[in-house]
Nanobody, 119 residues
Framework: QVQLVESGGGSVQAGGSLRLSCAASGRTYSTSDMGWFRQAPGKEREFVARISWSGGSAYYADSLKGRFTISRDNAKNTVYLQMNSLKPEDTAVYYC????????????WGQGTQVTVSP
């Protein structure tokens, strides 16, 4: 079973950058696609980005392409989300998730990390 712990959230001014990390434990991490999602106050959780188990393929929400970059270091069991040119509307709790090969669903979640972008 994979366990996920996010870190790197915080407060930043618009135009700034943050890098989120997701540390994974468990033997299925290296074979799991990984994703980032976010949930803003009063809104539903939305997809941000995902990366294949090998790191060879990455996909993004259309509205975030060019500003966010997902990557992974399987030697460190860590997934990253580099966020640049942040906007106030990026304010949300960001969650890391694993999509296990057995289920093909993002059904393992971290506890989330808060990102706040001020004008």
């Amino acid at each position: 079973q994979v366990q996920l712990v996010e870190s790197g959230g915080g407060s930043v001014q618009a135009g700034g950058s943050l890098r989120l990390s997701c540390a994974a434990s468990g033997r299925t991490y290296s074979t799991s696609d990984m994703g980032w999602f976010r949930q803003a106050p009063g809104k539903e959780r939305e997809f941000v980005a995902r990366i294949s188990w090998s790191g060879g393929s990455a996909y993004y929400a259309d509205s975030l392409k060019g500003r966010f970059t997902i990557s992974r270091d399987n030697a460190k069991n860590t997934v990253y989300l580099q966020m640049n040119s942040l906007k106030p509307e990026d304010t949300a709790v960001y969650y890391c998730a694993a999509r296990r090969p057995a289920t093909l669903k993002f059904d393992i979640w971290g506890q989330g990390t808060q990102v706040t972008v001020s004008p």
